[in-house]
């Protein structure tokens, strides 16, 4: 029997389906293992060769456990909100819901094809109602919460309110928007609207007004990274800063324990590396400066508090709330000039621009430590929202202050022994301090820094400026809160209505709040958001339900959110819910909370370091605070797969002016006798880079009268490794590879590449390899194209011995590493020795078919069905290696004489070095080297090397 793949792999799959292979439940007596891909979005051009990539890579991994003995979770689901829907929507004005759909099913038919053993039954979609449910409640969580900086942990907001009732924001430490103070008694004085104005400064879930990427041509918000050069990234519209109410999660209040968490993960350094740096935990200190003439004061932060002597101007940021206090008549408008232009600059614009630009206020600022009065400047460096949005400014120690002053023609004092100013050198973090006081203006009681190390006089600054109260110690983190707001139609709805302007929650019994129906999916008329087409969408508060726009009345009926959530909101729990996927009392049940603990392993790619991964670290650390899930890390391991590239292929045709005449191609080899231009040609049409040219003339009708100049009676292609891309014409679907060779080589091809993390070109010209060790190792089993079975019981060799229990160590040593590339080899060679000792020893050969079933899952549960077993392989038990069987019996040495390598020759593995010499010099090869020569010495490096040393 011929290994016929087509029917062997149709038929475990439906049976694997049937029979519910791949479904799992707690099972308290085996050891859990959860296996989590991140979830794709489905997009319209379905899957190609990449995607599967990290899948295969995961799917590997928990057939093996499952092998090994453990309860492995393998769920798989769909990302399903997103832009590009929505666009799609836009354009064609077909339902986003159903592009989702086809997009979900197409995805499913492919997924199914390469045989993964995901429990489907676990399947989630975040845009079911079913699922978002829970990410409402996880916000309405959020809203009613404020975090604690003493317990560090989120805390119910309702006690915080016992607390200011009591004692005002006397002593709190915790995290907030500004640092208001009240009494207790201005608290209760409040009236409601107030108190939920004051709340709102503390909630982890909070509406602020935030600077956003406004993008009117899109009318929505645009993210950072959807921004380039100040346009927007799709469509190219312009991109202006814009303040706007947004709801925004406290993230913030996380960043300690977000970077705390990253020493518990077994990540990339690479990866933890981005994540600290995305956190950008400062530690520096406030100091309080005060208005020339004036009652006001502001506070700068600063990470180098030894250069107070060496300040020479203060920046403030565009935004600050200081800049209209402080702006003079007679700079007022200059300032409001200046500030027009700041509006027209994104955040990552002002910070990757070297580009110097500023206006004095007019104002000036008394430093404390030498009572100077010093320039109030506004500079576009300065961001608003890092620090206190103020600064001293340090243009002997600071790069960009240096430049600010050079430009401004501003003072420049420095400040440290022998330090190099100017714009390329500013190493002065080491040095001795120096020039500190500034000579005659010391007012502090001889407080010097003088002598002492940068790290030095930091810490005594610190220490002085406690004491006098002019300051105090702050750590800062570069970490923003998140924008939670998007306006957009396709993502999950808001729980929120607006009641005398202030939003209260949807009753948590009343969710899900479903997406509404709309008729066109833009912005309205009026720049409100899609929402804004919906007809039902009120809250009546009283009957707790959604009805009529009509008849919103602030009294009993109110307007509902406009906005939705974005892309991250849904898959920032994702994993827990695949624990519980049909629990409708609770994002997940204690039960199988408690049993799957977190992600044991997380496969995905790295683009996601500062955007996913941060935000579901955050959510789970909330829901951990919570009770919701018992690990306070989702992902413990995570493995970063690469991208598969794409093998383009071209064709040169012949440049002609005459456009009526048929196009002529010419055969690479040839083509630098002509002018040419190369042209990407469709990669199915072209096979080991020969052009299947009927194909090709069938492929385009311009094409279709194509004239070709061969080789040797062949079109050659030119090649190259290009990003796998539609307009390279060098997708390669993984549905035409399982047609042609089966998912099983599918897999091992994918896997054969090259490891896991690396990053690599699709070659499909390497994989008949594959197929054909397959059925080599088919052929182990049956006689040469017959259906005769040819295994046997006969007494196994030792060779037979040491080439499966090589191979066992082997593979199971490079599956933990996920070194599949490197175990595929050592099952290649091991079959190519087992098929030379024909050896078909059934005990050896099921231990085969075990160690094949992670990467090769439908042959190898064919063949364990052909060795008479009745379970499915997959819960067969991974075999162990006898290490006696191990031992080298042979060992080769290189005979080399003076010094020169000649020769390999092999010896029994004991051989002795009288022995070893001996055979050498009697050795044929060794007698032209030997030949009229007087031996020295012989030298005998045991599994070396034999070294014959001669004179003449
Ligand atoms: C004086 C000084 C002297 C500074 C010196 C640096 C070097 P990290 O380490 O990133 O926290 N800074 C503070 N707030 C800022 C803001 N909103 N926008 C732009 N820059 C700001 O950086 C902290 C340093 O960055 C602070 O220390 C401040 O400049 C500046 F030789 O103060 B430094």
Redesign the pocket.
């Known amino acids: 029997m011929d290994y016929n793949f087509r029917e062997i792999e149709k038929k475990w799959q439906q049976n694997w389906a049937e029979n519910k292979t791949y479904h799992v439940t707690e099972d308290e007596n085996k050891k859990k293992f959860y296996v989590l891909n991140m979830f794709p979005y489905p997009s319209g051009a379905g899957l190609h060769v990449g995607h599967p990539l990290g899948y295969i890579a995961s799917d590997i991994f928990a057939r093996y456990k499952r092998l090994k003995g453990f309860n492995v979770l393998n769920p798989m689901g769909y990302d399903a909100y997103g832009l590009p829907a929505e666009q799609y929507a836009i354009q064609t004005g077909q339902h986003p819901a159903i592009t989702t759909e086809q997009n979900i099913s197409h995805y499913r038919e492919q997924l199914d094809k390469i045989g993964f053993s995901f429990d489907w039954d676990r399947e989630v979609r975040t845009c079911d109602p079913k699922y978002y449910h829970w990410t409402q409640w996880a916000f309405e969580k959020m809203f009613g919460s404020f975090y604690c900086n003493t317990c560090k942990s989120a805390q119910p907001i309702e006690k915080l309110v016992e607390r200011f009732e009591q004692k005002g924001t006397e002593g709190l430490d915790v995290a907030q928007s500004e640092e208001l103070e009240f009494t207790a008694g201005e608290w209760n004085s409040y009236d409601d609207k107030k108190k939920q104005q004051v709340l709102m400064n503390y909630r982890i879930a909070y509406l602020g007004e935030t600077m956003v990427n406004w993008c009117p041509g899109l009318g929505t918000v645009l993210a950072n990274d959807e921004v380039v050069d100040g346009v927007s990234e799709r469509g190219g519209y312009p991109v202006i800063q814009k303040k706007m109410m947004q709801w925004c999660l406290r993230t913030s209040a996380y960043a300690q324990r977000l970077l705390d968490g990253l020493d518990t993960v077994d990540w990339t350094d690479s990866i933890k590396e981005t994540q600290r740096n995305w956190i950008?935990r400062?530690e520096?200190t406030e100091v309080e400066f005060t208005v020339k003439d004036s009652d006001v004061k502001f506070t700068?932060?600063?990470?180098?508090a030894d250069?107070m002597f060496g300040?020479t101007f203060m920046v403030l940021?565009p935004e600050s709330e200081y800049v209209q206090q402080v702006t003079t008549t007679e700079q007022k408008a200059a300032v409001e000039e200046y500030l027009e232009y700041v509006k027209k600059r994104t955040e990552l614009d002002r910070m990757s621009d070297r580009k110097v630009t500023g206006v004095f206020t007019g104002s000036y600022a008394i430093n404390p430590f030498t009572q100077e009065a010093i320039p109030i400047w506004i500079g576009e460096?300065?961001?608003?929202?890092?620090?206190?949005?103020?600064?001293?400014?340090?243009p002997a120690?600071?790069s960009?202050?240096y430049a600010f002053a050079k430009h401004f023609n501003l003072p420049i004092i420095p400040l440290i022994e022998d330090a190099d100013v100017s714009e390329e050198s500013?190493d002065?973090k080491e040095g001795i301090v120096s020039n500190s006081p500034v000579a005659g203006k010391n007012s502090l009681d001889g407080f010097s820094l003088n002598g002492l190390t940068v790290k030095e006089a930091i810490a005594a600054t610190k220490k002085f400026v406690t004491e006098k109260g002019i300051g105090r110690i702050k750590v800062?983190y570069?970490l923003r809160d998140a924008i939670f707001s998007r306006q957009r139609y396709w993502g999950e709805p808001f729980p929120v209505y607006y009641k005398d302007g202030m939003p209260q929650m949807i009753p948590a019994e009343c969710l899900p709040l479903e997406l509404p129906e709309i008729d066109k999916y833009e912005p309205t008329e009026t720049g409100e958001p899609p929402l804004g087409r919906a007809k039902k969408w009120a809250w009546d508060e009283a009957n707790k339900q959604i009805v009529d726009k009509s008849l919103i009345d602030n009294e009993k009926v109110f307007p509902l959110e406009l906005s939705t959530m974005p892309g991250f909101a849904g898959s920032s729990a994702y994993y827990l819910r695949y624990m519980d996927p049909n629990n409708n009392k609770g994002l997940v049940g204690e039960k199988a909370d408690k049993y799957w603990q977190n992600v044991d392993l997380y496969v995905g790619g790295t683009e996601h370091a500062t955007g996913h991964l941060i935000y579901s670290r955050f959510w789970n650390k909330f829901l951990f605070d919570n009770g919701v899930s018992c690990q306070e890390e989702p992902f413990q391991k995570l493995v970063n797969q690469g991208m598969i590239q794409g093998r383009s292929n071209f064709v040169y045709r012949i440049n002609s002016d005459d456009h009526s005449k048929a196009p002529v191609f010419v055969s690479k080899g040839l083509k630098d006798q002509y002018e040419t231009t190369p042209i990407h040609v469709w990669v199915n049409l072209v096979k080991n880079d020969i052009l299947d040219t009927e194909a090709f003339k069938q492929w385009r009708p311009e094409y279709a009268n194509a004239e070709f100049i061969l080789e040797d009676g062949k079109y050659n292609c030119g090649w190259a490794i290009e990003k796998m891309s539609k307009s390279m014409f060098n997708v390669v679907n993984p549905d035409d590879i399982v047609e042609e060779y089966g998912a099983d080589t599918l897999r091992l091809y994918e896997m054969f590449l090259g490891p896991v993390e690396a990053s690599k070109p699709w070659d499909t010209n390497g994989i008949d390899g594959c197929f054909r060790f397959l059925k080599k190792f088919w052929n182990l089993f049956f006689e040469h194209n017959t259906d005769k079975l040819i295994i046997n019981d006969d007494e196994p060799t030792k060779e037979n011995l040491k080439s499966v229990h090589k191979l066992i160590k082997k593979v199971s040593e490079d599956i933990e590493k996920f070194s599949y590339n490197t175990a595929i080899s050592a099952f290649m060679i091991a079959v190519n020795e087992l098929g030379q000792q024909k050896c078909h020893n059934k005990t050896l050969l099921k231990d085969m078919v075990i160690l094949i079933a992670p990467f090769a899952p439908h042959i190898a549960e064919e063949l364990w069905h052909v060795l008479g077993e009745t379970t499915s392989v997959c819960d067969a038990a991974w075999p162990t290696y006898d290490e006696s069987y191990l031992a080298e019996s042979e060992m080769q040495l290189t005979i080399s004489f003076n010094g020169k390598a000649r020769y390999q020759k092999t010896f029994p593995a004991d051989a002795q070095k009288d022995a070893i010499e001996k055979a050498t010099l009697e050795d044929e090869r060794s007698q032209k080297y030997l030949d009229g020569m007087q031996i020295v010495k012989v030298i005998v490096v045991p599994k070396k090397i034999v070294n014959i040393v001669l004179k003449k």
Do not use: E
């Not at 700068?300 to 180098?304: K, L, V």
């Not at 460096?381 to 340090?394: D, E, R």
């Open positions: 950008g400062s520096g700068i932060f600063t990470t180098r250069t300040v940021a460096y300065v961001l608003a929202g890092y620090g206190t949005g103020a600064i001293m400014a340090v120690h600071d960009r202050d500013f002065a800062n570069r």
